[in-house]
């Protein structure tokens, strides 16, 4: 069965009051907690932010390491959720349903 990345975008600017994110994250966990029971999750994660990234780019014989992320933008990918599901309808669902939770877009891909 395909597996699909569920990758929540969020923008470089500001976070959410403590008791705002405190009740995101209660929900969030609700949906984990739904996804494992029903046996269609992977794996979920959160990324430190954008700035803590580090691209690295071989070329030949070098290597160059720079901060940041690969592209500029206003908003980067902050998490993710991995998901077994036997059409992209039903990760999409997975995917709406994280999407109303944090009001940030989540993009879905299946793997290769």
Known sequence: ???YLLGIYQP???TPDPEVLADIAA???AVTDEMKATGVWVFSGGLRPAPAARVVRASGEDV?????PFAEGKEH????TIVIAPAPEVA???ARR????TTLPVEVREFH
């Open 64 to 68: 160059l390491c720079t901060d940041g």
């Open 77 to 80: 990918l902050g998490g993710f």
């Open 12 to 14: 470089d600017s500001g």
């Open 27 to 29: 929900r969030l966990e």
């Open 92 to 94: 999409a669902e997975w």
């Open 1 to 3: 069965m395909p597996q």
């Open 98 to 101: 994280i999407s109303a939770i």
